[in-house]
Structure formats: structure tokens, C-alpha cells
């Protein structure tokens, strides 16, 4: 099982980072192999409309050159895709958006290859935000028909600096039975 974690938050070590960190550590005791993505360290323009990703069906994205094909092709290639984002303004970040429309845009057009892939997701704030965050990555899973896994919760955790997640003691909780149920789904699906 290959396990694709995309934080979509700015800051490298953040709490974003550090909830995708605690599934993929018990996917990997599982035997998984984790890829992990930060968007932060890669160059990703929000999709420029051109539709020729459309027009050439070639798998790839034709209107920027910029990390986009490889970040495109690590997607096609994961069984399982994790997105984190934190909340911003009530939202999600731009970068995870600009992943969302690049390789959501490019899947769609493309066979749907990301269909029946395993998505997941995960979100901190220090407030509000969290729930409408959540289903705005939630959808993009089920837009692109991937299956997506409960947990006894909404993956989502308190906490405003940098580890301020850890004292989440029930967020946790809901992120170690997310994985579990990852790892049970994947028997059934990979
Ligand atoms: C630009 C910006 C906007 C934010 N907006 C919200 C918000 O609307 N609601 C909230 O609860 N927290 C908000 N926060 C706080 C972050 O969601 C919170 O610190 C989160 O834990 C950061 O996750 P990270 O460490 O993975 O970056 C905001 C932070 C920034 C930098």
C-alpha cells in the first residue's frame, strides 16, 4: 500500500503535519510505504484554466511549468491519499487548493484515476473552521469517487502553535482509529 500525506500547511512541522504524522506512523507499522508531500517546499500554481490537460488526455498538466506533474504523478500512483490542511480565515490554505484543482482537474480528464483510491483527512485550528474545512476536503474525495474511511469523530484537533495538537488527547484518539480503519479498508480495496 502506498500512502501518499499532503500537508497542506505552510509551516513544515505544524500541527497539520504532526496529525498526518500519526496516522502514517501506524500505516507504516502496518507495512505501508509513505510518500509525503509538503507543499510548502514545492512550486504549485493554482490551475490556470487552459484546459488542455483536457484536450491532450495525456495524464499531465500543459499550462504551468512548476512541480505540478511530478505532484500529479506521485497521486496517480498512491493507494491511499491523506490531505491536512489547517484553517485559514474559515477555509482551507491556498497551497492544498491549488493540489486540489491541479490534480483533482487533471484526474477527472483523465479516466478518473483517482476513483476508488482510499481519501482521508485531517484538520487543526485554534478555533472555528474546522468542521467546514473537513468537508471541503471530504468532497473533493468523493467528487472524484474515492472511498473514504470514518473514524468514531471528525478527524479535526484543537491547537493554535506548533504541537499545541499534542494536548488534543481525543483528536488523537480519532486519528489512531482512522488509521486503523485505512489499514482494514486497504485489505479489502488494494
Ligand atoms: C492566516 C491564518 C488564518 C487562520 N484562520 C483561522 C481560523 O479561521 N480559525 C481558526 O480556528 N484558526 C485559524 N488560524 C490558526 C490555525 O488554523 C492554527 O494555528 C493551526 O493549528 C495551524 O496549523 P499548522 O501548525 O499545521 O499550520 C489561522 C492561522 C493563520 C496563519
Known sequence: ???LSVNGSPRRHGNT?????RVCR??????????ELHLEERELSPCGACMLCAEKQDGKCHG??????EIIARSQAA?????????????????IKAYMDRVGFVGRVNGNFLARKIGAAVVPARRAGKLFTFAELNMWFLINGMIVPGSSYWTV????EEGEIQQDAEA???????????????????
Open 1 to 3: 500500500m502506498l500512502v
Open 17 to 21: 503535519c504532526q496529525m498526518l504524522d
Open 26 to 35: 501506524i500505516l507504516a507499522k502496518a507495512g505501508a510505504h509513505i510518500d
Open 64 to 69: 504551468r511549468v512548476d512541480d505540478g506533474n
Open 79 to 95: 493507494d491511499v491519499i491523506l490531505l491536512g490542511s489547517p484553517v485559514y480565515f474559515g477555509s482551507l490554505t491556498p497551497l
Open 157 to 160: 484537533g484543537q491547537g493554535r
Open 172 to 190: 488523537l484518539q480519532t486519528l489512531d482509529l482512522l488509521a486503523d480503519n485505512i489499514k482494514w479498508l486497504a485489505t479489502k480495496l488494494v
